[in-house]
């Protein structure tokens, strides 16, 4: 079945020491997003590619990169991780084409803890 | 200010009967697109519904429905027939502008939905 898949479903590391979620889709879609969701929290989006584009939030930290080397697969890097890193992260992707309403398709999630 | 609202933090209904769970918006593009999510415990996030701003009817897909009122600016979701399984917690989302401008989703902070047997 096409899906939206991430690697790996739980993932520990240490206080500054930098950290790389994977996220692959066999959907094709054109846009990947990255949600970080923190206990009790609705998910925030981190940063999208449209194709190629990268489009950052705001007010997403600079400890926070993304790479997306093809259309199949797109990379979280946390360069130093913090406490407050600490959350679930959430890939998704869409397809979006214009007049569509295209829902976005999530992974199950990988869940970030720091010791 | 909230563009998405989600006034019940927790909602308690018995097994078999409907239950709405709301949402209100805000929002000044003409055009814009309202989501339901369902999260289980697992932590995937579950697409259920979608309701277009232009939509003249009210989405439906199986047990779940969309209550859109486009003049108070809210997108209730309810559930029919509510099974064990539909215990978890529900988000709503909007997406401003068309489509093609890459569908950035702003969510609620949700509604735990518990399905008493």
């Known amino acids: 079945d096409a899906m939206v898949i991430q690697n790996p479903r739980y993932q520990v590391t240490q206080f500054g020491k930098p950290v790389t979620l994977s996220c692959s889709q066999t959907?094709?879609?054109?846009?990947m997003y990255w949600y970080q969701q923190k206990s009790s929290q609705a998910p925030k989006l981190l940063f999208h590619?449209?194709?190629?584009?990268?489009?950052n939030e705001a007010d997403t930290p600079d400890n926070f990169q993304s790479r997306r080397p093809n259309t199949s697969f797109c990379f979280l890097d946390i360069r130093s991780p913090g406490l407050g890193d600490a959350a679930m992260y959430l890939c998704a992707t869409s397809y979006t084409r214009q007049g569509g309403n295209q829902p976005q398709h999530f992974g199950d999630g990988t869940r970030l803890s720091i010791l | 200010a909230q563009k998405i609202t989600q006034t019940q933090p927790g909602m308690f209904v018995q097994e078999k009967e409907a239950v709405t769970l709301d949402c209100t918006y805000d929002t000044s593009d003409p055009s814009y697109g309202l989501f339901w999510y369902k999260q289980p415990s697992s932590g995937e996030m579950i697409f259920l519904i979608y309701q277009g701003s232009y939509d003249q009817q009210n989405a439906t897909e199986g047990r779940y429905s969309l209550n859109f009122q486009k003049a108070r600016k809210s997108a209730n979701l309810v559930i029919s027939a509510s099974q064990l399984g539909d215990s978890a917690m529900y988000f709503c989302?909007?997406?401003?502008?068309?489509?093609?401008?890459?569908?950035?989703?702003?969510f609620g902070q949700g509604t735990e939905l518990s399905v008493k047997p």
């Open positions: 989302a909007m997406r401003e502008g068309e489509d093609n401008q890459g569908g950035k989703l702003i």
């Open positions: 959907l094709n879609h054109n846009v």
């Open positions: 590619y449209y194709d190629k584009d990268f489009n």
